[in-house]
């Protein structure tokens, strides 16, 4: 899942609607009763059928022995012996990208091995026309080695030496020349006078240190390797060049359509995949011609009110509920608030998407640096500019606590499924 992009204005959004018609509870309660079922159908752990317990590894551990002492640090260390299970609730964002190369093998199985119960897949395609994992068509130039290979020459912008800014897009090679990179951490350098000097760049709270591997997956081997894995599966498709997208496939309703066609060959259920979107064309299209796999579509929501995105009016949530549209995932920071009295709550937006049914996504968990705290943090933590509530790294756990328990999401995505799988199993959500 991206940073915010693609979604047209409100006005265009309605306008988009329109057109397409013509196609077609209190903590308390929670925490003294660890085996209580909550209103999703959820239950704890101790509940849970036998199944093989994943790895989680050192963070979550660090991050709640950093917690202020409280009931929810109380809570989530009485979970620290486990066993931890895999959890639909924790989405692996990209796979585990805080530490590998995304959309990469390795990074897939880290994220299924975290306990992820569905991993993303963004996908793209090749000039000649096949869908593979990446964030977007055209970031090839960090997160690949494009520039430091031959193909550099092929692509829309090359990289040319100190302070060039090259663009690298799958659909300026092949498939089979796409198999040939290796994918890498996602940054750059752009003053470095060497190619092999442009990749690095990464940012000091994540590392290089699982590099040296970063084999690129078509949509249709992310599939096979996610059967292998157990665990569910939920693709973006991402916006393309529409002159290309025209050019290999007709249109961006046969791009859509080739995505679920590819579930279909691989005898995906529908029930296991979350189809995603920043289109709400190409959601309303899966609702009216692939109704199976529309009943989970989801419509992303990139609103950013700090770069102008502004939130769905009621009547656009209306109006996409009326279509079909069951589930809607903005980001986290316009899902929460800080109250006077310094704790995390549902925002307004959160309420009123709530109000009309809609069940809720968020993104992305572990895709901040929160060594310093909410001031500074960024996009993710826009809720909390001034570190009100959020003051160190751990706090992270408590606005996971107030989007699951007060706003009620249904599943998050993390760039570190281990930290949302630790609260999920302690919290008994599945």
């Known amino acids: 899942m991206p940073l915010p992009m693609q979604l047209a204005a409100p006005a265009a959004l309605l306008a988009a609607l329109c057109s397409f018609a013509s196609l077609a509870g209190d903590y308390g309660r929670d925490h003294d009763d660890d085996r209580d079922h909550d209103d999703r159908g959820h239950h704890d752990s101790n509940d849970r059928p036998a199944r093989s317990p994943v790895q989680l590894g050192d963070r979550p551990f660090y991050l709640v022995d950093g917690l202020d002492d409280s009931r929810l640090k109380d809570k989530l260390q009485r979970c620290e012996n486990g066993p931890f299970y895999k959890s639909d609730f924790s989405i692996a964002h990209r796979g585990a990208p805080l530490q590998f190369p995304e959309h990469t093998k390795e990074a897939y199985e880290a994220g299924a091995r975290q306990g992820a119960g569905v991993v993303e897949c963004d996908v793209t395609f090749t000039k000649d026309g096949e869908l593979v994992c990446r964030h977007d068509e055209c970031d090839l130039h960090t997160t690949t080695n494009i520039v430091d290979t031959e193909l550099n020459g092929q692509c829309t912008t090359p990289w040319s030496g100190a302070g060039s800014s090259p663009k690298c897009c799958t659909s300026d090679i092949t498939l089979a020349q796409f198999k040939t990179l290796k994918g890498k951490m996602d940054a750059s350098n752009p003053n470095a006078t060497t190619s092999k000097g442009y990749l690095g760049g990464t940012a000091s709270w994540r590392t290089d240190l699982y590099t040296g591997r970063g084999t690129l997956l078509t949509l249709g081997e992310s599939i096979a390797l996610n059967k292998k894995l157990g665990v569910k599966h939920t693709p973006e498709l991402k916006a393309?060049?529409?002159?290309?997208?025209?050019?290999?496939?007709?249109?961006?309703?046969?791009?859509?359509?080739?995505?679920?066609?590819?579930?279909k060959a691989a005898g995906v259920h529908p029930r296991d995949v979350w189809p995603q979107s920043f289109d709400v064309r190409d959601v309303l299209y899966w609702i009216k011609n692939e109704p199976r796999f529309g009943q989970q579509a989801v419509y992303l929501d990139d609103v950013d009110p700090s770069a102008g995105s502004p939130q769905l009016t009621m009547e656009e949530l209306k109006q996409l509920k009326k279509k079909g549209v069951k589930i809607i995932a903005p980001p986290i920071g316009v899902l929460l608030a800080v109250n006077n009295a310094n704790e995390i709550v549902p925002s307004q937006y959160a309420l009123d998407i709530k109000s009309q049914g809609f069940d809720i996504i968020t993104w992305s968990f572990e895709r901040a640096d929160l060594r310093n705290g909410g001031a500074g943090a960024g996009f993710y933590y826009s809720f909390d500019p001034t570190g009100r509530a959020l003051k160190k790294d751990s706090d992270m756990y408590k606005a996971l606590d107030a989007l699951a328990r007060k706003v009620g999401v249904i599943g998050v995505f993390s760039d570190w499924p281990a930290t949302v799988t630790y609260y999920a199993n302690c919290m008994g959500l599945k």
């Open 240 to 263: 393309g060049n529409p002159q290309r997208l025209l050019t290999v496939f007709g249109g961006q309703e046969n791009y859509a359509q080739k995505m679920i066609d590819e579930f």
